[in-house]
């Protein structure tokens, strides 16, 4: 092994073999590259190469090729350093390796038990399967309006209902470094003999220190969908897959895997995984510890201003929320007496940039590539905000979730029935046509053919009332709502 990384290693030795090219891609290592993208390319245009035999093939099936093969041995390295038994780059971001959970796992009209406020590639996958969802409603903080995770009993209710589901994917961590007992639900999903998915997109570095909380894997995980781009040093898109035990069937997979990537993968985001991999590896902890360091002192910079209110853990223990990563900055905006949309074009114009604005909070993520410059400025801006706040914002008082709806029509099915508009009074009974979905909580009140049901309606009318923003509503007055078409002449 170098120690630059087998992958990495491969792309130098292709550039440095003198040869005349006859293969894809055309610009010919830059050099027929746009005048105008040279610039921001660099050098790095002389290392996209296909995926030449001195390389490997990311697409072949397991057993095709040696293990010597360098994108063979870079994914053998992740699996080890991540703490793997296999492990598959990505080259579509954790959404290609989300699509190919839920084939693998789920297939035609399969069941598969998941939380409420799951990202949309996770319905893109159950669109693509044929699969029906098991929605769980996520435990909710009303304090902080914010979305926590399932829990182990809510978990072991459902598989009792649906004896027959076929996998149970859990989102851990949240978007704002929730993470909730998934050792608790990795007992309960074993006890039936089925595998545990895991949407760890935004934990990635949760492997390397103690600090953080337990990675996916570790707490008994069968499959993990990590981001390495999110908060590694990978380039963007670049993430990986990894999987253990044998409660999956691994070469259906792999080919499933093969099914939603590109047969022309980018070498240098492979490259990025494989230096990602390398870095973190000989110098992980290291690197964590310094990222720890800065958030915990901007955390305690923030905390001492006034109006300023940033989530925490809770000090009580709370369903859904065993543990947090504290590399999520979540400010909760109140206090400030501005949404978070406009706080966020008013940080944008004084040189402050967040990851996630929402109507009541900002979160900002310290990275291992984050200086104490830039949480210097972070820190200054929110001073100044603190000292032009005029009053806090009214509280929304927190409105206990509509029942689950039933679900009419596969999300397949919804997805390419035709629709309508109908009267709100009028929709009851129907299925609805779109994903409608308001903040806060940031739980979907309806998923494409669920029925419409009178409580959901009048949740949706009480928060419109009180200011919350609704999203996925055809008519933002709420006079109407989009329907499923002619739903008793669609397949189910």
Not at 47 to 63: S, W
Not at 75 to 83: D, E, I, M, N, Y
Not at 107 to 127: C, F
Not at 410 to 420: D, E, H, K, V
Request: hydrophobic share 45%.
């Amino acid at each position: 092994m170098t120690a630059e990384g087998p992958l990495i290693a491969a792309l130098k030795a292709a550039a440095r073999w003198d040869h005349a090219p006859f293969y894809t891609p055309g610009h010919r290592r830059g050099v027929g590259l746009p005048a105008a993208l040279k610039p921001l390319l660099g050098a790095a245009a002389a290392y996209d190469f296909p995926e030449l035999p001195t390389i490997g093939n990311l697409a072949a099936e397991e057993g095709a090729i040696c293990d010597s093969a360098p994108i063979a041995a870079a994914q053998t390295l992740a699996a080890q350093t991540f703490g793997a038994e296999r492990t598959w780059f990505l080259v579509n971001g954790s959404s290609g390796g989300l699509l190919a959970a839920i084939l693998a796992t789920c297939g035609e009209g399969g069941k598969i038990i998941l939380p409420r406020n799951v990202h949309s590639s996770i319905i893109n996958g159950l669109i693509l399967a044929g699969a029906w969802p098991v929605f769980i409603h996520p435990a909710y903080g009303a304090e902080q309006d914010l979305a926590y995770g399932m829990t182990a009993a809510a978990v072991a209710e459902a598989l009792a209902t649906h004896p027959d589901v076929r996998a149970v994917l859990v989102v851990y961590p949240t978007y704002h470094g929730i993470c909730t007992d998934l050792a608790a639900i990795a007992e309960v999903v074993h006890g039936h003999g089925i595998p545990l998915l895991v949407d760890e997109a935004h934990g990635p570095h949760f492997a390397f220190h103690p600090d953080l909380p337990p990675s996916a894997l570790s707490l008994g995980a069968d499959l993990v969908v990590q981001s390495t781009h999110k908060v590694l040093g990978a380039l963007s898109q670049a993430a990986m897959l990894h999987g253990q035990g044998d409660r999956l069937h691994w070469p259906r997979l792999a080919q499933c895997i093969a099914m939603v990537q590109s047969t022309s993968p980018n070498s240098l985001l492979l490259a990025s995984l494989d230096g990602a991999r390398q870095q973190m590896a000989t110098a992980g902890r290291e690197l964590m510890a310094q990222t720890l360091a800065l958030a915990q002192w901007a955390r305690q910079e923030l905390a001492q201003i006034p109006h300023v209110t940033l989530l925490e853990t809770p000090s009580t223990p709370q369903s859904g929320f065993r543990y947090f990563d504290p590399t999520r900055l979540t400010v909760l905006v109140a206090g400030l007496g501005r949404d978070g949309f406009d706080l966020d074009e008013e940080l944008m114009a004084r040189g402050v940039m967040a990851e996630l604005p929402l109507e009541r909070h900002l979160m900002f993520i310290v990275t291992l590539g984050s200086c104490q410059q830039d949480l210097d400025r972070l820190v200054a801006v929110f001073r100044v905000l603190s000292q032009e706040t005029t009053g806090p914002l009214p509280t929304l008082p927190p409105q206990a979730l509509p029942p689950l709806p039933p679900l009419l029509l596969s999300p397949r099915a919804a997805t390419f029935a035709p629709r309508r508009a109908v009267p709100l009074d009028a929709a009851v009974g129907e299925a609805s046509g779109a994903l409608i979905c308001a903040y806060p909580p940031g739980i979907p009140v309806f998923m494409p053919g669920e029925m419409i049901t009178e409580e959901a309606i009048a949740y949706l009318q009480t928060l419109k009332r009180l200011g919350a923003q609704l999203l996925g509503l055809s008519d933002p007055t709420l006079a109407t709502l989009s329907v499923i078409d002619q739903l008793s002449r669609l397949p189910h």
